[in-house]
């Protein structure tokens, strides 16, 4: 089994994939760092130097290394699903889950977390909520294509225990 879990940055896919995959006894992956080992650089550098257009075939190369893996839980970047067929092949090589979690719980998590990510670093307290907002909703037809989604509108106490009830649904 293959889990990949989509979200706005800031949504706890990293977080919430190293629980998961803890808990079922699966490898965690985070597809970022897959990226940044496979380049020898950050992704921040890998935009600077060679583009978005570079970077989103390495995501996609990334991705699709992910086919021959086993009993994993995979982290995808915020954008990954938005590009080329990229939310399709996640959805027939695995489950899919997106951790929708509302603008202002994004905006309050990655406030101070701006300087270390470049997307994020012009903006402040009052116009941060507007982008993710807007960035939000240019990738939700993306994000909403997922097999489960699962709706962080409250803290849960058991995060990992509901995700894991919501695949026992789906299987």
């Known amino acids: 089994m293959r889990i990949y879990l989509i979200g706005f940055m800031g949504s706890g896919k ?14 965690f992956l985070d597809l970022d760092l897959l990226i940044e080992a496979e380049a020898g650089m950050d992704i921040a550098e890998i935009f600077e130097q060679f583009g978005e257009t570079h970077f989103r075939e390495m ?6 290394f992910t086919a021959d893996l086993e009993e994993v ?3 995808t970047g915020g954008g990954t699903p938005c590009f080329f ?6 959805n027939q090589h695995g489950t899919c889950i997106f951790l929708d979690t509302p603008a202002r719980i994004l905006a309050e998590r990655l406030l101070p977390e701006r ?5 994020l670093r012009p903006y402040d307290e ?3 909520p507007d982008f993710i907002q807007s960035k939000l909703e240019e990738r939700m037809y993306f994000y909403r294509q997922a097999t489960i989604i699962f709706s962080q509108d409250e803290a ?7 995700l894991i009830e ?3 649904e789906q299987h």
């Open 14 to 27: 990293t977080h919430t994939g190293k629980k998961l995959a803890e808990e079922l006894g699966f490898l």
């Open 59 to 64: 995501e996609r190369q990334a991705l699709h």
């Open 73 to 75: 839980v995979i982290s």
């Open 85 to 90: 067929d990229n939310i399709e092949w996640m």
């Open 115 to 119: 300087e270390h990510r470049p997307l």
């Open 126 to 128: 009052t116009t941060l």
């Open 156 to 162: 849960e106490a058991d995060l990992t225990g509901a």
């Open 166 to 168: 919501r695949l026992n």
